[in-house]
């Protein structure tokens, strides 16, 4: 049985401890107005003071509405609020690609949500340098993948895969709801249907399984023999995500 | 003792099984007239025949002597080789940051130096999607980083250390040379001094130590006192980029 509050405590104590041990100052993480980002922006203010977290937004060709979900999460929190517009950078990028030939939308498809993730990730960590420079001390970049989307390989390779630290890395979605619930996320964040905010998708429409099958295929129980399938397909898949092969001598 | 020619059979053999086994198609890679990436070109066109290796050159704010090298490369191998300039692409997003706030060089000089590789990796990711989409079959992104730059942390977290198969990973730097000598890499990229094409200095100068201690080290040969002392602070420094701390129930 999971205890949310006191797997909420070990896990700020697990942050703090860590930012201790290695004399870390703060974190800059992006908000992207679903639940994942709010409640580790969440844990990282319960562990290092909110003082100590800024929280970027990223839009890139994005809805207005994810930027209004992630302004309820910071002030939530009480922490600063930064803002990066990707879409010109985005569209620089791509005047550069329509150099080499022409494309169709769907030839690009693939290329185009995946960029946005890996041009996040550069953004996030430019600032925790940047922060580092100008306020002194160590910022770093917690991640917000969680187990079940792990599990499956639900992330950007260089995007979202990238971070130093993971404070709900072996939660399910379920368990990261309800350590939300323990530290007062926002409901219209938390109980969000979660999409990447790029494909016009939901992560469950888009992957073709229920977070809760991938919950319970990870906690050893039944579920029906086609989601299993499926689930352990997409596992597999992802595994090249997690190891990559190296030439020894 | 390094036997060249043999460790130069095994490697390709290594790629051409990883290849075949998970039914992948082709390379994308960064050149950046180098002899990391001059020699793992030259690798990925004798296990994959040069017609499946595509080359790119990521210029931006770069000296146009890189991209002359990079041409070497390309023409020794005849792999196909595109540009995409990645110039306007820093320059629209340096706007974004300028809309944050009044920043110095000195400020941003860790930000600028490390968000150049990680668009240069977002950025041949994306071609290795879109060939992957316009021609058939998976391109993959091979690694450069070879085992002198990883034992000291020398490359950038989510810029050239996220890649697909890691060719000379194990070779220290006087290996990779013997392993381009074997195969041919042009003499003016294989015995250039090894810069980032970035901060101006030499990744010696810029390090402090010499590839050769290094290489000693990893051997685990004598060097003197001073060197294996800075050496090995370089090495534990760089535990973060190699493992993340993450929360597990």
Redesign the interface.
């Known amino acids: 049985m ?1 205890d949310a509050v006191r ?1 909420t405590e ?2 700020i104590t ?1 942050i703090r401890d ?1 930012y201790e041990k ?1 004399h870390l100052k703060g974190a800059v993480l992006g908000i992207s107005g679903g639940k994942d980002s709010g409640v580790v922006a969440g844990l990282m203010c319960k562990a290092l003071g909110s003082e100590n977290v800024v929280g970027i937004t990223l839009p890139c060709h994005s809805k207005e509405a994810d930027a209004a979900d992630a302004k309820l999460v910071a002030e939530k929190f009480g922490f600063e609020f ?1 803002n ?3 879409t ?2 985005y ?3 791509k ?3 329509g150099k ?1 030939g022409e ?1 169709t939308d ?6 185009d949500i ?2 946005k993730p ?2 996040r ?3 996030v ?3 925790a ?2 922060l ?3 306020r002194g001390g160590t910022y770093i970049v917690p ?1 917000t993948s969680n187990a079940c989307e792990l599990y499956v390989g639900y992330f950007t ?2 995007g979202d895969s ?10 399910t979605v379920e368990e990261v709801i309800q350590v939300g619930e323990v530290i007062g996320v926002p409901e219209k964040v938390l109980y969000r249907t979660p999409d990447d905010g790029i494909s016009g998708l939901s992560d469950e429409d888009k992957l073709g399984v229920r977070y809760s099958d991938i919950a319970r295929v990870i906690n050893g129980e039944e579920v029906g023999e086609e989601a299993e399938k499926k689930i352990e397909e997409l596992h597999r898949k992802a595994a ?1 995500k997690f190891h ?6």
Chains 1, 2 share one sequence.
């Not at 769907?106 to 290329?111: A, I």
């Not at 990238?162 to 939660?171: E, K, M, R």
């Not at 990559?244 to 001598?249: A, I, L």
């Open positions: 999971f797997e070990k896990i697990f860590y290695n930064l990066i517009d990707l010109d950078v569209d620089s990028f005047v550069q690609v080499l494309f769907e030839e690009t498809k693939n290329s995946n960029i890996r041009f990730m550069a953004s960590y430019y600032m340098a940047l580092s420079a100008t991640g390779k260089g990238v971070y130093d630290i993971a404070p709900i890395y072996g939660l090249h990559t092969p190296v030439y020894r001598k």
